[in-house]
């Protein structure tokens, strides 16, 4: 009995290290690969050599980039909001907004959320604060996030964070109507 386990502990031993061995050194072409799409990237994919190189400054369609280091205040002069208010940008927004921010910002926006007060709360998104932000300034806090805040930019697309931005607005004039919500339509 112990001499059997014995030898089943050399056979043993003799196979992890020659498993552990056969790991060592380099691998230009690995025999088995575990997930292709890691490996072989879609940006290798579509970017062969002997391609033609994109011209300087090409960015893909409904693409905004925004520079690590831009801040506040130049992504405010520096993005208008590239979608019109219309009904489904807003429809989309709410959709945004209930998913992502609902949570700490509450349905309003008043910085009720839920999960407040476990969570600090939040500054109301109806002050007048953001109600003089321009849309690329909200824009840049949802992108990079703002003290306590995280980054939206892994979750939301860049469309929906524009068109959170629109629904936003629509909170702030339910909010506090101006003029020109008040304006009866005549017909
Ligand atoms: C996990 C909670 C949480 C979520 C989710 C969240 N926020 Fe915030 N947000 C905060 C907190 C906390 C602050 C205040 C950060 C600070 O101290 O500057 C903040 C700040 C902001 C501000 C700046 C307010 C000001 O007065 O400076 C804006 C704009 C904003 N959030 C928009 C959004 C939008 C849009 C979403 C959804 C896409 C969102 N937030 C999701 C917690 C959250």
């Known amino acids: 009995m112990v001499r059997m386990n014995k030898q089943f502990m050399s056979a043993l031993l003799i196979a992890l290290s020659l498993i552990t061995l056969s790991s060592c050194g380099k691998h230009e072409k690995p025999h088995f690969i575990y997930m292709p799409d890691?490996?072989?990237t879609k940006g290798l994919k579509y970017q062969q050599p002997g391609m033609k190189p994109p011209v300087p400054g090409t960015i893909s369609r409904g693409y905004y980039p925004m520079p690590v280091a831009m801040t506040l205040e130049e992504a405010g002069k520096a993005y208008p909001n590239p979608l019109r208010a219309t009904a489904a940008v807003l429809a989309r927004g709410q959709h945004v907004f209930n998913n992502n921010c609902i949570v700490c910002h509450g349905p309003g926006g008043e910085g009720d959320g839920y999960i407040v007060p476990k969570y600090p709360r939040p500054p109301s998104l109806l002050s007048d604060k953001i109600r003089n932000y321009a849309d690329g300034n909200i824009y840049h806090v949802i992108t990079n996030g703002q003290n306590l805040m995280s980054s939206y930019?892994?979750?939301?697309?860049?469309?929906?964070?524009w068109a959170?931005?629109?629904?936003?607005?629509?909170?702030?004039?339910?909010?506090?109507?101006?003029?020109?919500?008040?304006?009866?339509?005549?017909?």
Not at 153 to 161: L, T, V, Y
Not at 164 to 187: C, E, F, G
Request: charge should be positive; avoid cysteine; glycine fraction near 2%.
């Open 38 to 40: 890691m490996y072989w």
């Open 164 to 187: 959170v931005i629109h629904y936003i607005r629509a909170l702030q004039r339910a909010k506090k109507p101006t003029a020109a919500d008040l304006k009866t339509v005549s017909n």
């Open 153 to 161: 930019a892994g979750q939301i697309r860049q469309e929906d964070r």
